[in-house]
């Protein structure tokens, strides 16, 4: 069972300032702490580890019986509810969490794949980026200066809880030097016929190439950038590529969050095939070579250790023994089938009507 219910009137109640202030992004106001709302979210920060520190229902709502048990429950009046949380028709469910922190670890995997959001103001598209990234398998989501909170309440929902088991690590200039020094590519995602001011470092149209074309099956880091404005000339001299998606149609470039998603199908497309060539054809082999015959000088031992003359004695034994049960059984066989002698001769058979064996005397069958 979860802990009793207490029944909250006042809006100045602490917790649901802090509920508030949080939900409005203020982190300092709200501990730290992080604010959700809705069935599904709450459901898929339990399922993903993390905990929850006090939750809020609204006095219309039952509680569920998934609600984890020894955690803050408060029961709120519908308009203070109403109040506290950020959506226009509110779910009557919310709850503060203590958000994860990652960092970048000291080794980069052999297959690391990282999106970088440089300068991204859409919550809704970054939200999106960090569910395509946990669909694809990518490593981690970079943010730049200038990008939005990962939790934000539209990026919380675009992520559709992604962003609860994804690393987004925000990242400096200098920090994604670093990275690119430890051996990361850096692409740069640009529209197929963008063009650049004249103080840019590079030439857009002379150094850029389709995904389709592009090497993604090693350690790199995508980088889109700004909806309006692109990837700023600072990303843009920094890569070590730049990389555009074939468009057909007449538009002039992809939403941030569709273009992301595609790279990252992309990379996931290349590793995939690049992991099935190298583990799942079938191996080489050599055929197996039919057992052969050779000949051996008259002193040489044969392989179980007697000579040629004691082989060839005891063959000559064993022909002699069981000439007159062969002669009976060719006997039967040709009154079957006396037609095969005549199709095959008797030479086929290595034998005379005597059942003696004419291949050549120093010949050895070797197995």
Not at 95 to 123: H, N, S, V, Y
Not at 176 to 193: D, F, H, M, T
Not at 314 to 325: D, E, I, K, L
Request: charged share 20%.
């Amino acid at each position: 069972m979860t802990a009793q219910p207490i029944l909250v009137t006042s809006r100045a109640n602490a917790r649901v300032k802090q509920l508030r202030a949080a939900f409005a992004g203020h982190a300092r106001l709200s501990g730290g702490l992080v604010a959700i709302e809705g069935e599904n979210l709450l459901r898929e920060a339990l399922a993903s580890g993390l905990p929850l520190k006090t939750i809020f229902l609204s006095e219309r709502v039952a509680p569920p019986a998934w609600l984890p048990r020894g955690v803050e429950l408060l029961v709120l009046a519908e308009e203070v509810f109403a109040g506290a949380v950020a959506t226009q028709h509110p779910q009557g469910i919310a709850a503060l969490m203590l958000p994860p922190r990652w960092e970048m670890a000291a080794k980069i995997a052999t297959d690391a794949l990282f999106l970088i959001a440089a300068g991204l103001q859409d919550p809704g598209n970054l939200g999106t980026l960090i569910r395509s990234a946990e669909a694809f398998g990518a490593t981690a989501v970079l943010t730049t200066h200038g990008t939005v909170s990962e939790w934000n309440q539209k990026a919380l929902r675009a992520s559709a809880g992604s962003v609860f088991r994804v690393p987004v690590v925000a990242i400096s200039t200098e920090e994604l030097i670093a990275l690119q020094s430890r051996g990361v590519r850096l692409l740069a995602a640009v529209a197929p016929n963008s063009e650049t001011d004249s103080n840019s470092p590079l030439d857009s149209k002379s150094n850029s190439a389709s995904v389709r074309d592009a090497d993604l099956t090693n350690p790199c880091a995508l980088m889109i950038g700004n909806e309006g404005a692109g990837l700023g000339d600072e990303f843009l001299a920094l890569a070590d590529t730049r990389i555009t998606i074939p468009t057909p149609g007449r538009v002039e470039s992809l939403n941030a969050a569709i273009a992301g998603s595609l790279l990252l199908y992309e990379a996931a497309r290349q590793r995939e095939a690049a992991r099935l060539t190298t583990y799942h054809l079938p191996l080489s082999y050599e055929p197996l070579q039919p057992h052969s015959r050779r000949r051996r000088s008259a002193g040489q031992p044969c392989s179980a250790g007697r000579s040629h003359e004691a082989a060839r004695a005891g063959r000559v034994r064993r022909a002699g023994a069981s000439a007159g049960s062969r002669q009976a059984a060719r006997a039967r066989h040709c009154a079957r089938r006396p037609h095969l002698d005549d199709l095959l001769g008797a030479s086929r058979h290595g034998q005379d009507d005597a059942g003696q064996d004419h291949r050549g005397d120093d010949a050895v069958d070797v197995h």
